[in-house]
């Protein structure tokens, strides 16, 4: 079986963008995932394809479901890439979108795939959406990071270009692979603080979808995730200050963002990682927050 299954062909795609997100390690606070979800209820995306996971998944990270059907029959839910066409008939172009969770296996070969498709659709742009944990306060704005093929995309979008090195994610991969066959790509990621890493970031996957209409042209109405964006500020700025540690600790991440200082926190400034655990899961339990 090839690994691309197509439940049929889209037409007339418009000079098309492919956004793509990745549930796992490259998902920090579901940053991206949230956004493009977002972005695919929005423009009514369809789905017209998806890729079969048995080649690239390690069932036992990533565990298939079973859901009782209207028939009363057990039926296996399998983790799935699925992809889909959002027409965009007040923007210039039309955009593709890819959401599942990260594979396990054949990075390489997926990110491939991904490429092959891309061109067989006659994809202008491919743009990667992550989120990462980071020493930054929930309270100020979303610092953005990110890398593009094109360096004038980066100065256009006024994004602080990532000196990260290191271990990466199928992200990265895909990047590389989009530059070693020429197709135009840029990835844009959203710092979620690290204190708060057990809740879903409405604040990070808002910061995204703003640069991704920078970048595609494409925009949607935004209003629902402002305002989960603004409760979930709130809800985390109570949690804070029911622990005189973590207040502490994120006050000084302030200072530090108000100085624009880059020095690195030290280690032992932080609260320990077993006190920020067990009050935010806490507190975030009594708040009816979802983890």
């Known amino acids: 079986m090839q690994p691309l299954i197509w439940d049929r062909r889209p ?9 793509c997100s990745f549930q796992g390690w490259n998902d920090a606070g579901d940053a991206a995932s949230t956004a493009t979800a977002f972005l695919g209820q929005a423009l009514g995306a369809e789905r017209f394809a998806q890729i079969d996971t048995e080649e690239f998944y390690d069932f036992q990270a990533n565990r298939p479901h ?7 029959a057990r039926v296996i839910s399998w983790p799935s890439v699925e992809i889909f066409e959002a027409r965009a008939p007040r923007a210039h172009r039309d955009l593709v979108i890819v959401q599942g969770a990260e594979p396990s296996m054949r990075w390489r070969s997926f990110s491939a795939l991904i490429v092959d498709l891309a061109e067989v659709l006659d994809v202008q742009l491919v743009v990667t959406l992550g989120g990462l944990l980071a020493d930054v306060p929930h309270s100020q704005p979303v610092a953005m ?7 004038a995309l980066m100065e256009r979008l006024g994004l602080k270009a990532s000196s990260y090195e290191g271990p990466t994610g199928i992200v990265g991969v895909l990047h590389a692979t989009c530059a070693q066959a020429g197709l135009p ?9 690290h204190y708060v890493a057990a809740a879903a970031s409405p604040k990070a996957a808002l910061a995204l979808l703003r640069k991704l209409e920078l970048m595609v042209g494409v925009s949607v109405d935004v209003t629902e995730l402002e305002e989960a964006a603004g409760e979930y500020e709130h809800q985390v700025g109570l949690a804070v200050q029911s622990d005189p540690d973590i207040q502490a600790f994120v ?4 200072r530090r963002a108000a100085e624009n200082d880059q ?8 609260p ?19 983890s």
């Open 272 to 290: 320990s990682g077993d006190l920020l655990a067990r009050e935010f899961q806490r507190f975030l339990r009594q708040r009816g927050i979802e």
């Open 11 to 19: 037409d007339g795609l418009r000079a098309p963008a492919m956004v």
């Open 251 to 254: 006050e000084r991440l302030e």
């Open 185 to 193: 790509s840029a990835s844009v990621w959203a710092s979620v603080p």
């Open 263 to 270: 020095a690195a926190i030290s280690p032992q400034d932080l």
């Open 66 to 72: 079973v859901k009782i059907d209207e028939t009363q």
């Open 145 to 151: 990071t990110g890398f593009a093929s094109d360096p």
